[in-house]
C-alpha cells in the first residue's frame, strides 16, 4: 500500500469546481467550461492511477498520517484507490465528461433556470460519488452516501414546483432518513463486533474483514443481523423493493439528473456499496459460514434472501415498466431491475456471476445513459414524453433513435451489446451452482425477454409506423396490458388507447396516468401540478390556453433550429413528423455524446477482452477468492468458499 494524494485530489477537483462554477455564473461559457475542465481532470486523475492498480498497487490517503487528527476513536478517515474503487471512480469520471456537455446542450436548449445552481450540485454529485468509490472503510463510505443524497437533492427538485417538492423529500426520506440510518446501525454493530475480538476496524479486505469473521464465531446473530443492516442501506439506493419507489418519481428532475441518478451516481453508489459488504466486508466465506436457521425450511446462506429479493425485484420491475407510457417512468422501473442484476450476481457468490455482476456495472450505465441521453434530446426537440405519441418519430430523429435501440438492446441483453458479456457471464454462474440457483437463472431469462417485451414497442413505433396510422399491438388484450384499439383512436372508441388510457394529454389525464406515482394524490392538489418530467419546462413560456388547446390543435413553439416542427404539448405536429438527418436533429452537444456512449456499449460488448471493466472485474475477483480467475472454474464452490474463510 502506497501513501499518494491522488484519491484525495480525484475527490476535490470538482469540488474545487463548484467555487468556480457558482463565480462564473454571469458567464455560461465559462461556468460549463470549469464543468468540462473538472471532468476532464478527474477523470485524468484515476487514470494515472489504473495501471499501477491493475499491476497490485493499492494507493492511499488517510487524514490520521496527513494531520495527525484522529476521525473515530480507531477509526481512520481514508481514501484508497483498490481495484473495486478504482473500478467505479473510473466509470463515473469518464461519463461525467459526456454528461457535462449533455447537460450544457439540454438546459441551454430548454432555457431552465437556476444553471449555476443545477451545475454546481452536479459537480458536488461526482465528488461524492468517486468519495464512495474511493472509501477505504464504511466510515467513510457512509459520510459520503450521505453527503451525495444531500447534494443531489436540489437536483431532483429543480423545478421548483409541488411535484419536484414532493419528489425531492421523498428522495431524501428514502436515500438519507432510510437508507443511511440502515447504513449507520449496521456500521455500529460491525465495529463492537469486531471490537468483541481485539482492536475495532472497519477497513475493507478482499475476501472479507477477519476480525468480523472471528468475532461471527462469537455472535453469530449479530453478524447476521447487521449483515442484512448494510444490504439495505446500501439497498435503497440499489432500489430493492420495497425501497424503490423514490426512484420513479424522481423522474421529475431534468433529464441529465435522470443520466446521473440511473447511470452515473446514485443508484450505482447502492450497487457499489452491496459489493464492498459482500466481497470486502463479510466475503463470500463468511456469508457461506453463518447460514440462517429457517423454521420449515432449515439452514440457509445470508446470500439467499438478499438473491431471492433481487429475482423478484427484477422481475416485478419489469412487469410495471411494460405498462409505464411515459418513456421516462418505463426507463426508471427498466432500472430498478437492471440494478437487481447486479445484486442478483453478487449474491449467488459463485466467481463467474460475480464477474457478470460487477460487468454488468459499466454495461448498464452506458446503455441506460444512452437511453436517457435519447429521451432528453426527444424532450428538448419535440415536447414529447409519451411513448404513444412518438409514431414515425424516427424520421424525425433518426440518429438519437438508432441510438436508442442499441441502448435498449443492450437493456435485453442481446449481443453485440455489453449486457449480453454480463448477463452470460452470471447465467453460467448460476448454472455452476445448480440446485435452487437455477430458480435465479430462470428469473434472469424471464427479465430479459420482458425487456424486450417493453423495449421494442418504443422502436417499432418510431421506425415501422406511422403519424396517420398505428398500433401499439400489445402483447395481453386487457387494461393492464393494452385494449386492442389502435392509439389513433377515433370517435367510436371513446378516445380510449392502447395503454388503457386516453389519447388527450389535457392535464387532467396527465394527473390520472401518474395515480401509480406516491406524490400524485398530494401535488394534484396544487394548481401548478404537472405531470413528471417537465412536460412543460419549469421556465418555459407556455400560452396561457394552451392547456385547453386539443391535441389536434397543436401549440406551436419557434424550435433551435429556425422552423416550426416543435410545439409544447407533445406529438407530431400537424403536418406530421419533419424529416431530418442524423446532423440536423438536434444540437452536437446533446448527439455527440448520445453517439459516443452508445458506441462505448457497443465497444464494451464486441471487444469485451480488451475492455478495462472486465479485466478490473476479474481482478476484484481473483482477490476475493485469492485464486486466478483461470482456475476458478475448475474449483468447486465449496472447495473455493473453504479455503476463503480459513
Same mark, same amino acid.
Given at each position: ?486 392509439? %389513433?383512436?377515433? $370517435? &367510436?372508441? /371513446?378516445?380510449?388507447? *392502447?395503454?388503457?388510457?386516453?389519447? @388527450?394529454?389535457?392535464? =387532467?389525464? !396527465?394527473? %390520472?396516468?401518474? $395515480? &401509480?406515482? /406516491?406524490?400524485?394524490? *398530494?401535488?394534484?392538489?396544487?394548481? @401548478?401540478?404537472?405531470? =413528471?418530467? !417537465? ?16 391535441? @389536434? ?94
Amino acid at each position: 500500500m502506497v501513501a499518494d494524494i491522488r484519491p484525495l485530489a480525484a475527490v476535490l477537483v470538482s469540488a474545487v469546481a463548484i467555487v468556480l462554477i457558482i463565480a462564473s455564473h454571469r458567464r455560461p461559457n465559462l461556468r460549463e467550461g470549469w464543468s468540462v475542465l473538472a471532468a476532464l481532470a478527474k477523470f485524468g486523475i484515476v487514470v494515472s492511477m489504473l495501471p499501477a492498480v491493475m499491476s497490485g498497487t493499492v494507493f492511499k490517503w488517510s487524514l490520521a498520517e496527513s494531520t495527525g487528527i484522529q476521525f473515530l476513536a480507531g477509526i481512520d478517515f481514508a481514501l484508497r484507490a483498490d481495484p473495486l474503487g478504482i473500478f467505479f471512480a473510473l466509470l463515473a469520471s469518464f461519463l461525467w465528461i459526456f454528461t457535462s456537455f449533455y447537460a450544457t446542450g439540454y438546459m441551454r436548449g430548454l432555457d431552465e433556470h437556476a444553471q449555476t445552481r443545477f451545475f454546481a450540485s452536479f459537480a458536488a454529485s461526482l465528488s461524492a460519488a468517486v468519495g464512495i468509490a474511493f472509501a477505504a472503510n464504511l466510515v467513510t463510505i457512509f459520510v459520503f452516501y450521505e453527503l451525495l443524497s444531500l447534494v443531489t437533492y436540489p437536483l431532483v427538485a429543480h423545478n421548483e414546483d409541488s411535484e419536484a417538492r414532493i419528489a425531492g423529500r421523498k428522495y431524501l426520506t428514502y436515500t438519507f432518513f432510510g437508507g443511511g440510518v440502515f447504513l449507520l446501525a449496521g456500521t455500529v454493530m460491525i465495529y463492537w463486533l469486531t471490537s468483541l475480538v481485539g482492536g475495532p476496524t472497519l477497513a475493507f479486505e478482499a475476501g472479507g474483514m477477519d476480525a468480523l469473521a472471528a468475532a461471527a464465531q462469537v455472535e453469530p446473530i449479530y453478524a447476521q443481523t447487521a449483515f442484512f443492516l448494510l444490504i439495505a442501506g446500501f439497498g435503497v439506493k440499489a432500489a430493492l423493493m420495497p425501497l424503490h419507489s423514490w426512484l420513479a418519481d424522481a423522474m421529475v428532475a431534468p433529464t441529465p439528473v435522470s443520466g446521473l441518478l440511473h447511470a452515473v451516481a446514485v443508484v450505482k453508489s447502492g450497487a457499489f456499496g452491496v459489493a464492498r459488504v459482500i466481497l470486502e466486508v463479510y466475503g463470500p466465506g463468511l456469508i457461506h459460514d453463518l447460514p440462517l436457521d429457517v423454521p420449515g425450511i432449515g439452514e440457509v446462506g445470508l446470500n439467499i434472501p438478499v438473491a431471492i429479493v433481487a429475482a423478484f425485484t427484477l422481475t416485478a420491475a419489469s412487469i410495471i415498466a411494460m405498462r409505464k407510457d411515459h418513456l421516462k417512468r418505463r426507463l426508471a422501473y427498466s432500472t430498478t431491475a437492471q440494478l437487481s442484476y447486479i445484486v442478483l450476481g453478487l449474491s449467488m457468490l459463485h466467481p463467474y456471476a460475480m464477474v457478470g455482476a460487477l460487468f454488468h456495472i459499466p454495461a448498464h450505465a452506458f446503455a441506460k445513459l444512452t437511453l436517457f441521453f435519447c429521451a432528453g434530446a426527444i424532450h428538448v426537440e419535440t415536447h414529447t414524453d409519451y411513448i404513444s405519441e412518438m409514431a414515425g418519430i424516427g424520421k424525425r430523429m433518426p440518429l438519437t433513435m438508432a441510438a436508442f435501440t442499441v441502448g435498449a438492446a443492450g437493456m435485453a441483453g442481446l449481443p453485440p451489446i455489453a449486457g449480453f458479456v454480463s448477463k452470460f457471464y452470471m447465467l453460467i454462474g448460476a448454472g455452476a451452482m445448480g440446485g435452487e440457483y437455477w430458480l435465479f437463472a430462470g428469473a434472469l431469462l424471464l427479465s430479459a425477454v420482458l425487456n424486450i417485451a417493453y423495449f421494442w414497442p418504443i422502436v417499432y413505433t418510431a421506425f415501422f409506423e406511422s403519424e396517420d396510422y398505428h398500433d401499439a399491438k400489445p402483447l395481453l388484450e386487457f387494461p393492464s396490458g393494452g385494449l386492442f384499439e389502435s392509439y %389513433a383512436t377515433t $370517435a &367510436d372508441d /371513446d378516445g380510449v388507447a *392502447t395503454d388503457g388510457g386516453e389519447t @388527450d394529454r389535457s392535464d =387532467a389525464a !396527465d394527473a %390520472a396516468d401518474a $395515480a &401509480d406515482s /406516491d406524490t400524485a394524490d *398530494t401535488a394534484a392538489e396544487d394548481d @401548478d401540478y404537472e405531470y =413528471a418530467v !417537465d412536460k412543460y419546462p419549469s421556465d418555459h413560456t407556455v400560452p396561457d390556453d394552451a392547456h385547453s388547446e386539443s391535441q @389536434d390543435d397543436h401549440v406551436s413553439s419557434v424550435d433551435h433550429h429556425g422552423d416550426h416542427d416543435d410545439h409544447l404539448t407533445g406529438g407530431p405536429p400537424v403536418a406530421g413528423w419533419q424529416r431530418r438527418s442524423p446532423f440536423t436533429e438536434s444540437t452536437w452537444l446533446m448527439l455527440a455524446p448520445i453517439a459516443v456512449i452508445a458506441t462505448g456499449a457497443v465497444v464494451l460488448g464486441v471487444v469485451p477482452d480488451y475492455a478495462v471493466f472486465l479485466e478490473l472485474a476479474t481482478e476484484i475477483v481473483e482477490g476475493v477468492f485469492g485464486t486466478p480467475f483461470g482456475e476458478l472454474g475448475t474449483v468447486p464452490f465449496d472447495e473455493l468458499v473453504t479455503e476463503v474463510s480459513a
